[in-house]
Each structure stands twice: as C-alpha cells, then as structure tokens.
C-alpha cells in the first residue's frame, strides 16, 4: 500500500494547486476548478487520514507530523502544508497541540506568559516554573521505565523496540469513548536543588529548559531588539555626523554595526541550514518568505548606510542621514512580525498586509487621474514652462495634496499676490525671491472640481471597499490565517539559537566549530547536533511503527468513509423503495377508478328516464374526459416508475463495484502476508 500516505496526499494537493494557478493564468476557467477541486479532495484525504490518527492516539500523531519523509525531499508534514499554504491541514487540533509542544518546549503547557517574562527578567523565578522533561508515553524521567497501560493495548508505543514492528501488532479499533482511553499525559515536575527528590529536576536542569525553550528565546530576542532600536534612534538624533568631525564615528555607531552584522550572520544561518540540498533552491526557500525578502532590504540598506556614511562630506552627508532614517524605520516596521504571537494582534498584522496590496493597486489606478489633472492645470496656469526637474514636482505635488484638502485656490484662480511673484522673466531672473506668477483661466477651477469628485469620493471610496473585502475575508478566517502563520514563527525560533544578539554570535561560533569537526572526524552525532532542525531523530523500529500507525489510519478512514457512503446510498435505496411502493399502490387505485368508470354507463342507463341519444351523449363526454384525465396520470406515474427502477439498477451496480474493490483489496493483503512469510 506505499508509505507516507499523508505526505503523498500533502505533494499531490500542492502540485494541483500548482498546475491550477497556471491554468488560471492562462485562461483554462473549467481545467483550473477541476485541478482546484481535486486538490482540495487531496487534502480533505490528508485530514482525514490525520484526525483518525489522532483519535487513536494523539504522541504517535505528532510524530508522525515532524517524522522525516525521504521520498519527499527530507521534509516533514508540517513542513509540506506550511510551503503550499495549505490552511485547512495546518488547522488542525493534531498541528496545533503539536505546535504548543513545541513552542513551550519542556516547560508545562499551562505556564502562564506573565511567569515565562517575569522569570526571564529575574532568574530566581524559575523555580516557580514546572517542567515536563519526558514526552508522555515514551520514559520515565527518574526511572526510566517504559510507561504503557495495558488498557491502552490498542495503541503503538513509540518507544518499544521488541519484536517485528509487523502491521498486525498495531490493532486500530475504535474505542467506545475518547474519555474511556486511558490517554496518558505529558507529567510535569516541580525544580529541585539537585533533582534528586522524586518527581522533581534539577535547578541547572531547569534553567537548561527555560532558556532553550521557544517562547523563551522569541521574548528574550524581542527584549534585546527593543533594546537595539533603542540604541539605533539614540544614534540618529545624537550622534550622527560626518567623518571629518573628531571621534565621528563614534563608539555607538560601532556597537550597531556589530550588533547589525550578528543579525545577518543569523539571516545566513537559516539559508545555509534549510532543508533544500542545493544553494540555489536554499536561497530560493528563504526568499519565498515575505518577512525574509523585507530583511534582504533592509541589510542591503544598512550596507548602503555604512558606504555612504565614509564617502559623502559636507552638504552631501545629508544623504547618508537621509539613508539611516529609511533604514531604522524599516527595522522598526520589522518588529510586526512579533505579533504574530498573539491571537488577536496577528491576524490585524495580516490583514495591513493584504491592504498594502490594495493600496498599490489603488496608486495604480490615482496615477491617471493624477497626471492627467497635473499635466493639463501646470500648462494652463504656467504656459511654456522651463524643461527642468522642477517641473515634474510641479506636475505630482499640488494634485496629490488636494486630494487630501490643501487646494491652493489662490493659485488655481490665478489670484496670487503680485508682491511675492512676477510674470515677467527678468525680473525672476534678477530676484531669486520671486516666484512666477499663474496665469487666470476659467477651465482650471473646472478642472479641480471634477479632480476632487473622483479622487475624493470615487477612488476612496473604491480604496476603502477594498479594504473592507480584505478585513472581511481574512476576519472570517482569521483563526485559521493566524494559526497557520503561527508555524514559520514557531520553526524559526525553535532553530535558532537560545543566545539572542549581538550574543549569538557565541552560538554561532559554536555550531562552527561542531560542523568543522564533523567535516573532519565525519561523526554522523555531532553532524546532527551542529544545526538543530524540527525533524525528529527515529529509529528504524519507530519509523516502522509510525508507517504501520499511518497505513491502518489510512484504511480505517477509507473503511469509514465507504461505509458512511453505503449508509447514505442505502437511505437512497429505502426512499425509492418506498416511492415505488406508493406509485404501484395509487396504479392499483387507477385500474379500479378506470373499471368503476366502465361500469358506470350500463348504471345509469338502466336508472335514467331521459331519451337515449341524451344519455349516451352525455356520458359519453363525462366519461372520455374521465378516461383522459386518469390516462395522463397513469403516464405519468409509470415514467416515475421507469426512474426509480434505473436509479435502482445504479445503486445494485455500485454495490457491486464496492464489493468488488474490497474483494481485490482484501486479495492484495494476502498476497502481501504471503510474500512477507516468504
């Protein structure tokens, strides 16, 4: 039956969903939906198999999540949905309690936020912290015993090795209550001095836990990122000044450039560590994040801020001010991906982004009413205007500020005052005070109300409905955007190194220095140690496990779904059942309603007292109405019938097509125990 059916069922939605975006884009309407709706049952397949997973046994499930696919490049399940976007998979109850385990690390899953910041401020409250150094149904911390219950038997332990991990020794039935499971928990340990007392880890164990954690490390890099922005605006306002000034640059421009250098060392050190084998498709990996291409320009920046900063003197060192300013307000705009961590912030932060799409498809649409209302008003009011730079100012500038209420109506109405401005050009030329007066024209104010209607309450308007259909959209799913977001945020922090910066240049050292001695003495332990991924690190035995786990999900949910389909096409076959039943029954009412019409003329003939023409015309008419009236009803009833019976015959052909896939299916596992016993 294969293996990593979840991860093949993930590749095919996402390679549809591919193949459909370059349909679309071509114009192939009916060929998109169809490869849409087919990636869509794909993933429908990938959740099921998944949520029947996770009804069984929820540890096994999230190993399978970040279980090692080699027949899909090395990438874990999670990894897989989070590339194609797939939201649906990503939301659901096994991702996400998978990524809480991971987020909070081995500290418990109820600590509070309040707790992890106030111990990350003052150490001495990490006591207070319990801890969960073991996953739950693998070992005991202090013992090191196996914790399996025997009522539990219908589960596979991840961590037994014995025996074969044959398909028939992992049983999938279904319990009778999910509360009836004897589903064992995460246990949690209070901090000790020395770990020795029972139930308890050690202090330096415990400050271990915290500092590596997640969430620890994401509040720890904020903290010092706060503190950097800090330092960099002190830098701006105080202390910016060109080379030729003493002790410029100072020591606290320096401290930024290093502190800026340990920030993109970490940039590189997610590009060199992803999962993509070759350079070309690593750079392309990280590039496929938003927040990662935003980075790239704002380094490139700073470089450009350091070049600028030793070549331009004097009035050009405006420049380079000029340059420090866009730059730190990028690395504050930076900071919004923090807020991705809350459940209410997040997606707010998702929805600015869909709306910087909107506002630049609105600029697109402004730019033609915009110049063609510049152009049109600069040559009415400044006829034969110098070919200069200026021009084009003169062209943007007034329209843009209009539209916002500045409407330089003296100017337009050619009304300026002529102490201020002249229209004679040498007297422009000799006085540099004076400007060049407008010239009065009747068209201009015109011009400027109809301007004013469409941008103001055209365009904006048009710009806030697309504003709304952004908010709309993502406000109707925005617990689903939000969690899926929440993965890259959740991946990042877990592989970066616990020291934030400019200390990290520490850990990076470090890593270095493992990576260099693992070229050397080629140990596979230390390689993996070097540079830590999400990737679990499983046995043969447990990945064999994990395939079997996965494969009776798989054939449980498709026994499910065929029996809820049958059960549904039996309801079908009950109602035509029935309605073929009434059908007969009002047929039986019409033969006698039509033998009953046959005898009645012979009654009435013997009871009438009218002459005989008389009578048999008149009943003649009664009856032949009578007859065609029930003749039509009975067409109508027997082509009822027709329809019931083929959609019957339809329903017997199906039953008989599943009967024959079981069959074949239950064949193919024969012949598999067959040449496994072989």
Known sequence: MGKGHIGAALSASAVLMDLSKKAQRKEEVDLANDLQRHATDYETLAIGVLTECYNKDKEMSHKLLNRELAHWGGNTLLALASSA??????????????????????????????????????????????????????????????????????????????????????????????????????????????????????????????????????????????????????????????????????????????????????????????????????????????????????????MMCVILRYTLQGDSFEYARMMYSVTITMFFLRFLQAFFVNRQIGPKVIMIQGMIGDVLFFLIIFAVFLLGYGVATQALLYPNSPLEWVLVKQVVYKPYWQMFGELFLEESEGEMDTSTCSSNTTALLLNSALVQCSHKNWLVPVFLAVYLILTNVLLLNLLIAMFSYTFNKVQDQSEKVWRFYRFSLIYEFFTRPALPPPFIIIAHAVRAFKFCFWRCCKNEETQSTAFKTLESSLSKQEVDKLTAFEKNGMENYLMRTARESREHIHTKVTSAGERIERVIEELEEIKDEVERIKDEPESNMEATTLPLPDVTESLGSVNQDKLQEQIVRLEQRMQQMMDLMEERLAVRQVDEKEDEYHKAHTDIENVDAQSESL
């Open 85 to 302: 976007q797939q939201m649906d998979f990503m939301d659901q109850a096994c991702c996400q309690t998978k990524l809480n385990e991971i987020w909070m690390g081995k500290m418990a899953m109820h600590t509070p936020t309040w707790k992890i910041v106030l111990s990350l401020l003052v150490p001495f409250f990490i006591p207070w912290i319990k801890f969960s150094p073991a996953e739950s149904g693998t070992t005991n911390v202090k013992t090191g015993s196996k914790l399996r219950s025997r009522k539990n038997s219908n589960k596979v332990d991840p961590g037994c090795t014995d025996g074969d991990p044959d398909e028939d020794d992992v049983e999938f039935t279904r319990s009778k209550s999910r509360r009836g499971r004897n589903a064992e928990k995460r246990p949690t340990y209070s901090v000790g001095c020395t770990g020795s007392v029972k139930d308890t880890v050690s202090l330096v164990s415990a400050a271990f836990y915290f500092y590596t954690a997640p969430v620890t490390k994401f509040f720890m890099q904020q903290t010092f990122y706060l503190i950097y922005l800090l330092l960099f605006s002190l830098l701006i306002l105080t202390n910016l000044s060109p080379t030729t000034v003493p002790n410029s640059p100072g020591l606290l421009e320096y401290v930024i450039w290093a502190w800026t250098s340990t920030l993109i060392i970490e940039e590189i050190r997610q590009v060199v560590t992803t999962g993509s084998r070759s350079l070309r498709y690593k750079i392309a990996d990280w590039f496929s994040s938003t927040w990662n291409k935003f980075d790239f320009v704002m380094y490139f920046f700073v």
